[in-house]
């Protein structure tokens, strides 16, 4: 049987319920200052440079296709993946959940001979709980992505998937520093390169002592082994070359069928992502190289909630989710809200559809409400998941998902079992009539269905029914 | 059961629900175009690498310019020492130590392969290129292409390389963008990339 997510560890559902997460945010206007201008500084980049690809749209259907392609043979895909990393010399886990995948990382950091690890940022790792895994395990994990660094030094979430630490100016981002970056140098300035350039000297030797690393991966390919980081800064090269050990974990998704995919999704990525043309460092390995790299490679393939999530037939299209952002960005909730009020590593519109999914709809059941259904979303996605079809879809399934009856189901229910009766129904719209005289005209229903007139005018019955107006004529 | 096993279980019982099966890949994107030397170069230079077209017989010197006076070079063991200057203190790679490579000035590399369109070089361990760490530790990265090594686009990069060496691709120095949105060039990686382009 497909299983989702387990609870009590891991970061997918959230404290409290969207709206009630997304009242805070929108009442902090530093925060939405800084979201805005984010996501409108990456939307016109991003639209820069998809301009300048005259085959995007074919580009786009060719990524669909591929994903929908893996999705439908997953598990031979997987396989083949898995023998062809044994072949090159690394080894395959298989983690069934959240904590057998963190187990399984611990295990082989402590058979590794170390409490210190150093990481690439990767989203899986954060779905599961990772560092705070490794914390209790008494595994020191340190974050090397600038934004990361920011987000673990300052005791915060991401609320971005690209950006972590969107939500956070430079003057806040050198009080983090000089409160909690040991050996930061006390005159730091709020100049981007000086606070990257603190990052750099406090990470170097961290980078050349550390012999684990752990990553994520972008792509894997199943006919060759090999698997693909992007990114930016040089921490994930750092990462993943110079310790002895490297582990990467994966949710099973991020296989694709054959190496030339790579060609496709190596444009659509950073385009839709942070609008480069290629991010400035993209690296490819292919289980152990002799003398160069780790010669040692463990890959985790996980499932925590994506078999739940195979099993929908609408909502299996998730899973075709490169992790770009692009959605975060384009979506009107999202930059109002931040990624902090969606309570789950996967914010914006893909959270609002994945994070349900992994976890079961009954567990996030704010989620797919959280979009106007405006479809920007799914214009932007570079692999062309309909968002807001999958949206629609969830909140039906919350609908049924609820126990316990509304006044509206009540109200509804009781509505289809008068107008199954033709008696009952002329008695009724009898009944309706007589409430022009009971005196709530424009006043709206009584409670508990006040809520449904708070926001919507009632209109008022008519003097005559449509039935009595026939049998007069 | 395995873990394997219930993986794999569970996601072809998911498989059950639905009509899906194998899906054609429309490739009618595009493959290749013409090799445009300029567009390397302006596409480099939008991400602050620093380009130098020069004939064969001036790498040396070129080199020498990138370099400060007197300073130290980490190579690959196969490049070709036609390229480096004189005035220089070669570190040949016969298992350095990570200090000894990160405090060298610079290191110098061949490429696999340089894409115009993205303006990305692309280092597959081959002699010249070495290994991942050469190109990884110094402050500069200066790398050699020929024209004949530049292709137009991703899919003909692709389609050249072999999967299973290990593969950097770059473009432009490190960078990152994490703060405010402000691109800053020299996070972990090299702060500064040289491509010298040979006709």
């Known amino acids: ?473 | 059961m395995s873990s394997r096993d219930l993986v794999l279980g569970r996601l072809r019982a998911a498989l059950t629900v639905g009509a899906h099966g194998p899906v054609e890949v429309p490739r009618d994107y595009r493959h290749a175009g013409p090799r445009d030397l300029d567009q390397l170069v302006e596409r480099l230079t939008d991400y602050r690498a620093h380009v130098h077209r020069v004939a064969d017989a001036a790498v040396a010197d070129t080199i020498a310019d990138i370099l400060p006076v007197g300073g130290t070079v980490v190579v690959p063991p196969g490049l070709p020492s036609a390229w480096l200057p004189p005035a220089v203190t070669v570190l040949p790679d016969e298992g350095l130590d990570n200090g000894r490579i990160g405090a060298a000035d610079a290191v110098v590399t061949g490429v696999a392969i340089a894409i115009a369109e993205t303006g990305t070089i692309v280092l597959d361990g081959s002699p010249d290129q070495g290994r991942r760490v050469l190109s990884l530790l110094p402050d500069r990265h200066v790398c050699v292409v020929r024209a004949d090594q530049v292709v137009a686009t991703v899919p003909e990069a692709v389609a050249r390389l072999t999967p299973h060496r290990p593969l950097s691709w770059i473009s432009g120095p490190s960078a990152t963008s994490d703060i405010e949105l402000i691109r800053v060039e020299g996070v972990h990686g090299p702060r500064q990339l040289h491509v010298i382009l040979l006709p």
């Not at chain 1, 985790?300 to 992790?323: F, H, K, P, T």
């Not at chain 1, 920007?376 to 062309?384: G, N, S």
């Open chain 1, 1 to 473: 049987m497909p299983a989702t997510a387990p609870a009590g560890v891991g970061q997918l559902r959230g404290e409290e319920p969207f709206p009630a997460a997304a009242r805070r945010s929108l009442a902090d206007p530093q925060l939405r200052r800084n979201l805005r201008h984010a996501t409108t500084t990456i939307r016109g980049k991003s639209a820069a440079v998809i301009a300048e690809a005259p085959d995007w749209e074919q580009l786009r259907a060719a990524g669909a296709a591929v994903k929908a392609d893996t999705i439908a043979r997953l598990p031979e895909l997987l396989e083949q993946l898995e023998a062809k990393v044994t072949e090159a010399g690394g080894v395959v886990h298989w983690a069934a959940d959240a904590v057998e995948a963190n187990r399984i990382v611990t295990d082989l950091v402590r058979a590794a001979g170390t409490d210190r690890i150093i990481k690439v940022k990767s989203m899986a790792t954060q779905e599961i709980g990772l560092n705070e895994a490794l914390d209790s395990a008494g595994i020191t994990p340190v974050e090397t992505d600038l934004a990361e660094l920011i987000v673990q030094l300052g005791g915060d979430r991401p609320s971005h998937i690209l950006v972590p630490a969107i939500h956070r100016n430079r003057a806040e981002i050198r009080d983090i520093f000089l409160r909690a970056m040991p050996g930061v140098d006390p005159s730091l300035t709020d100049d981007p390169a000086a606070l990257a350039a603190a990052a750099r000297h406090y990470l170097r030797k961290t980078f050349l002592s550390t012999p684990v690393a752990v990553s994520g991966a972008n792509f894997a390919v199943a006919e060759t082994g090999t698997l693909a980081v992007v990114e930016s800064e040089g921490n994930g090269r750092m990462c993943l070359t110079l310790p002895e050990t490297l582990i990467t974990i994966m949710g099973v998704e991020k296989v694709v069928p054959t190496w030339r995919d790579l060609e496709v999704f190596l444009q659509l990525l950073p385009r839709a992502s942070t609008g480069e043309r290629m991010n400035p460092y993209t690296s490819m390995w292919t289980g152990v190289t002799p003398g160069d790299g780790p010669q040692a490679f463990h890959l985790v393939l996980l499932d925590n909630g994506r078999s739940a999530v195979l099993a929908d037939e609408v909502g299996r299209q998730a899973l075709w989710c490169i992790r770009c952002s692009a959605c975060l960005n384009v979506c009107p909730v999202y930059e109002r809200t931040g990624g902090h009020a969606y309570g789950s590593v996967y914010p914006g519109p893909i959270g609002a559809v994945l994070s349900p999914q992994l976890t079961g709809v009954a567990e996030n059941t704010s989620l797919p409400y959280a979009s106007t259904l405006c479809g920007a979303c799914y214009d932007a996605c570079p692999v062309k998941i309909d968002i807001p079809e999958l949206l629609v879809h969830l909140r039906a399934e919350v609908v049924e998902s609820r126990r316990r009856p509304t006044a509206e189901s009540i109200a509804m229910a009781a509505a289809a079992h008068t107008m199954d009766r033709v008696g009952w129904y002329e008695a009724a719209q009898r009944a309706a009539r007589l409430s022009r005289l009971a005196g709530r005209r424009g006043r709206g229903l009584p409670p508990p269905l006040n809520g449904w007139t708070v926001s919507r005018d009632l209109p008022d019955a008519p003097a005559e029914t449509f039935r009595d107006w026939w049998a007069r004529r």
